[in-house]
């Protein structure tokens, strides 16, 4: 006998599908070693977190997002917390993030598997990305990016999960078009590394409002 599946049900496999490249866990790890750790908010200071700046869609004329990183100090914990609001165009169109210049230390693990992010989402934003930027496209608006998105998967349960993002499934995109004759990600070239969360005017997903995405550290693997 076959049973039958929910539409929701198939369009969340189906999506899954789309980020079979991405490996998640709600499992605790034990914390990346400090060699290993590109960025640990559970230790960073303001002054950290004053170095990142945002880079939203308003950098366009009809632009309406927002993007805003904090550091979130508890008696318990801290951490840093990136809030964002979606606007996007009918089509889609909108993005928030923010970014900061990658440390010198990341040219030495470009032989590394991939990122490695302890994060929560809440709210209405599940798919997120990271952004990396070679030096020589920083600050030019004819600039691509190295892009990897991701889908949120512990949401409904208030978990924190661990996202590992490949570096060989990172791509280079321009105003969210994959750009096919862009040379395969260098982490030696690298110069900015960001967070962002997006519309999906590219995408068969379409997401709006507001969310935010807690994150204890970034490191390697």
Not at 100 to 111: E, H, K, L, N, R
């Amino acid at each position: 006998m076959i049973s039958k599946v929910s539409p929701h049900l198939l369009y969340q496999f189906l999506m899954l599908g789309r980020f079979a490249s991405v490996s998640y866990s709600t499992m605790e790890i034990p914390r990346p070693t400090k060699d290993s750790t590109l960025f640990d908010f559970t230790t960073a200071t303001q002054s950290d977190i004053d170095s990142w700046r945002e880079v939203s869609d308003t950098v366009r004329e009809p632009g309406m997002s927002k993007a805003v990183f904090s550091l979130q100090k508890t008696r318990l914990f801290q951490r840093a917390v990136m809030f964002a609001m979606i606007n996007p165009q009918p089509n889609g169109a909108g993005f928030a993030g923010v970014q900061t210049v990658i440390p010198d230390c990341a040219a030495s693990y470009a032989d590394s598997t991939g990122l490695r992010l302890h994060a929560r989402g809440q709210g209405q934003l599940k798919y997120w990305k990271i952004v990396l930027t070679d030096r020589d496209q920083m600050g030019s608006m004819r600039r691509y990016d190295y892009e990897q998105k991701f889908l949120l998967q512990a949401m409904s349960e208030h978990r924190f999960e661990v996202v590992d993002l490949p570096f060989s499934q990172f791509k280079a995109y321009k105003w969210g078009k994959e750009v096919p004759d862009a040379p395969p990600l260098d982490l030696v070239k690298i110069g900015s590394f960001g967070f962002q969360t997006f519309g999906g005017v590219y995408d068969d997903y379409k997401q709006q409002g507001t969310g935010s995405l807690e994150v204890d550290f970034v490191s390697f693997y």
